[in-house]
């Protein structure tokens, strides 16, 4: 990326999947696989995301988000939802790190700007991740705090609330469009960095700007 990018006041994440390493795949797949494999699994899995994207509408404590949405693909693909299973997939979530190319870009970042999680989470998950990232954020704010998820509008509403801050305050980076960058887009947030992770490579960017690692960022604010 050659392009400059604007200054912001702050600098708002999302958090799993664009810094922490979101490793449901290599959770999940292991634990199906005297069951689905090959073809059938990736139906699976898809339909498991989609059904996470479903569940997070309401607001329900994370750990069951992904207990509902894993029953309701293991009924729809008519294999049974070990609870073992859901505990296991319940616990992983508090073991991932961060993407290896996330702490030193994001230290720097740190010394020029105000650091803000915006997370699809709950407090006690945020509490062992944001840790391990090793830079010093200047808010944290969860899902269980504001009683709903990206992409639902209350969740954005609420960070501009807690911080006293408009849109045009924020540089937003995600790895999730449809979570993330487009309702963030139709609200006002213009300074929007996608961080391309593979997750959404079927999606148009929607405007903002596309980068594959944090250190494009820092270049194009001039801070590398």
């Known amino acids: 990326m050659t392009v400059s990018l604007p ?3 702050y600098i708002s994440f999302d958090i799993y999947g664009t810094l922490i390493n979101y490793q449901m795949r290599a959770t999940v797949q292991p634990m199906l ?18 059904n996470r994207y479903d569940e997070v509408m309401e607001y329900h404590p994370y750990d069951e ?53 915006l997370s699809n989470a709950d407090d006690r998950h945020l509490a ?3 840790p391990t990232l090793g830079a010093p954020f200047h808010a944290v704010i969860t899902a ?25 305050d924020f540089m937003h980076i995600s790895a999730h469009q449809l979570y993330d960058v487009i309702p963030m887009l139709e609200l006002g947030f213009t300074n929007n960095v996608y961080l391309d992770r593979g997750y959404d490579q079927n999606l148009t960017t929607f405007e903002g700007v596309r980068v594959t690692s944090l250190d494009e960022v820092n270049r194009a604010l001039g801070i590398a």
């Open 7 to 9: 200054r912001p006041k």
């Open 33 to 50: 696989s005297d069951r689905l494999t090959g073809d059938a699994f990736e139906r699976f899995f898809s339909r498991f995301r989609l």
């Open 65 to 117: 988000i992904l207990e509902r949405s894993y029953r309701r693909t293991c009924e729809a693909f008519r294999i049974e939802a070990r609870d073992s299973d859901v505990a296991a997939i319940q616990a992983a979530v508090l073991t991932w790190g961060p993407h290896a190319d996330v702490p030193a870009p994001l230290a720097t970042m740190a010394e020029h700007f105000p650091l803000v999680a």
């Open 128 to 130: 062992t991740s944001i």
């Open 144 to 168: 269980e705090q504001a009683g709903a998820y990206k992409p639902r509008l209350q969740a954005f509403d609420h960070m501009l609330d807690v911080l006293d801050a408009t849109p045009d």
